[in-house]
């Protein structure tokens, strides 16, 4: 037997029990009236009966489609309790300084067009994001758009943003686009915890499911000290890729590693541009050739370089790439380690890139190029680059040989080295000296030094 309520103005289904339709009871909700039970002859009563009939077993917004399509115009919910805001719970248009233990709910349930609200920490305090519920329609009716201190990034359907930590300051916006058939729900915390304070930790820390998986190379992988370096042989080093940087009718192309099946670590300076658009290539060998590896092609969705990245000193020279879909691993495709927080000086240590092997050589190498290097003394390279225009800090790295160096086009590969079997990513190729020679050693980004900025990026990345 049908229950509904007859209104004037639109219809809004709520399911009973389940959201599926198979004779179990529906209940239209409106404003102002009572529940009345509809006659044979009722309209509303056989269109609601031959919805069900059509669609025996189907979702409730199948069945809304169907009463559209039969004239019914949709309604909204209004006055349920949900509107009604608790302690707590964010209101729209409000800006929260949260100190540590204080939080916040972001509650949206399907009577507001917009709303939004900032937060930001108090004190000794940093931000952390988790999203309890998250059900919308497709993106063309409904969103949430999140955006820290980093990137701002928009969520629908039912895939809403994973937990985040290390937050500065925190933007959720609710907007609705166009009339919403299915029910919205948004239920979100933001909360004020303990500041973490610096990058690194004691010990290697990787993105979750990365432990299993990174670090793991042939065992020839590793180079000689030949002066110049030498080609590596394909699948060697699977976390390397290729990265073409297209902005308007020009190409720059760079290298970066892969640290989870979404993520991929490269130069700020890379990809320091206006709205890039970036190809990552994974799998990669010889670039002339398609026959001796097995490639992956993704493009980025997003492009995160560090806030303070700055061009003119080269500081802070990291950013990390989420792709579109995932890599898939293979042998020749799979993630490098993050390293431990400690010196590594004096290091065996290796840099991989189809950078130039003579800087007057504009060519370039088709094949991946190894070489192998030592980790400098930290003071010592501090000293050599002392009169440079990008001065060297403590959160970078230094690395050459007598006849081994990054050159040009090596930019964002990666410096690293083996320990207890598994491969470490030490740094990014930042800077060196412009001839490429080895009178001073050249500058890699310190990945250490970064480690809580990258993980924070990760929280939708897995192995």
């Known amino acids: 037997m049908w229950k509904v309520l007859l209104l004037s103005v639109g219809l809004a289904l709520l399911s009973q029990g389940k959201d599926q339709v198979s004779g179990k009871k529906i209940y239209a909700h409106v404003r102002g009236t ?11 009563g056989r269109i609601l009966r031959k919805c069900s009939k059509e669609n025996p077993v189907s979702s409730r917004r199948t069945l809304a489609l169907c009463l559209r399509k039969h004239g019914v115009p949709p309604g909204r919910e209004r006055g349920r309790k949900g509107s009604v805001k608790r ?20 509650r949206v349930k399907g009577n ?55 937050l500065e300051t925190v933007r959720l916006t609710y907007q609705k686009v166009s009339e919403v058939i299915d029910k919205t729900n948004i239920f979100c915390v933001v909360k004020g915890v303990k500041a973490s304070g610096g990058g690194g930790s004691s010990d290697a820390t990787q993105a979750s499911g990365c432990e299993q998986v990174c670090g793991k190379a042939p065992d020839s992988a590793g180079a000689t000290k030949i002066v110049g370096g030498q080609a590596s042989q394909p699948g060697e080093y699977p976390w390397m890729v ?21 993520h991929i670590i490269t130069a700020a300076h890379c990809v320091d541009f206006s709205a890039p658009e970036v190809t990552v290539v994974a799998g990669e060998h010889n670039v002339e050739t398609e026959d001796e590896s097995i490639t992956q092609s993704i493009r980025a969705k997003k492009v995160t370089a560090h806030p303070k990245y700055d061009a003119t000193t080269a500081a802070n020279d990291i950013a990390v790439i989420t792709l579109q879909s995932p890599l898939e691993w293979t042998d ?21 890139g189809w950078g130039l092997v003579d800087h007057q050589d504009l060519t370039g190498p088709n094949e991946l190029q190894e070489a192998g290097v030592t980790v400098s003394d930290h003071g010592e390279c501090k000293s050599a680059h002392v009169f440079s225009n990008f001065p060297v800090t ?60 990258i993980l924070n990026k990760l929280s939708k990345g897995s192995c």
């Open 242 to 262: 290729r990265l073409s940087i297209r902005v308007g009718l020009l190409t720059y192309l760079c290298g970066g590693s892969i640290i989870t099946s979404l």
């Open 34 to 44: 009572e529940d009345k039970e509809p006659s044979e002859s009722s309209a509303l």
């Open 332 to 352: 020749g495709v799979g993630p490098i380690c993050l390293p431990p927080d400690k010196s590594f000086g004096n290091s065996e240590a290796v840099i991989i």
């Open 394 to 453: 403590d959160k970078q790295i230094c690395a050459a040989d007598p006849g081994q160096i990054a050159c040009r086009g090596d930019s964002g590969g990666p410096l690293m080295t083996k320990e207890n079997g598994l491969w470490l990513l030490l740094g990014v190729t930042s800077f060196g000296p412009e001839e490429c020679t080895t009178d001073v050693p050249a500058v890699y980004t310190r990945v250490s030094s970064y480690s809580k900025w």
């Open 87 to 106: 302690k707590g719970e964010a209101k729209c248009g409000k800006t929260y300084k949260l100190k540590r233990g204080a939080k916040r709910t972001f």
């Open 112 to 166: 507001e067009d917009f709303c939004e609200a900032v937060f930001e920490p108090r004190g000794n305090a940093e931000l952390q994001l988790l999203c309890r519920q998250f059900d919308l329609s497709d993106c063309d009716e409904e969103y949430l758009t999140v955006a820290d201190q980093d990137s701002e990034e928009k969520f629908c359907n039912n895939e809403g943003p994973g937990k985040r930590k290390g």
